[in-house]
């Protein structure tokens, strides 16, 4: 992988496939696999923690005013759940 290149999916597939020594097909399956785990485990109000990488959680965003841009008037955002990821130690002390 390139440096400061981002990565899509295919790519992501293809360097899973590459580094596993498996088919592209079956690391598309084991990605949407685990994208799978992570969205279930979160829309049950569970987190997914993968030690060394970091953890997916769901915080809860409170109900606010905010300004439509458009025309400026004021409106009002309900309160929502929000998907985060906190990078772990390892994954931090790697990027810096």
Do not use: C
């Not at 696999?33 to 997914?48: D, I």
């Amino acid at each position: 992988m390139k440096e400061g290149h981002s990565v899509n999916k295919s790519e992501l597939i293809e360097h899973i496939a590459t580094q596993a020594d498996i088919s592209k097909a079956a690391a598309a399956r084991a990605l949407e696999a685990m994208f799978g785990a992570v969205k279930t485990t979160l829309k049950k109000g569970g987190s997914v923690s993968l030690v060394g990488f970091g953890t997916f959680a769901v915080t809860k965003r409170a109900a606010r005013s905010g300004r439509n841009p458009r025309t400026g008037a004021s409106i009002k955002i309900k309160a929502a759940k929000v998907p985060k990821f906190r990078a772990g130690k390892a994954l931090r002390d790697a990027v810096n």
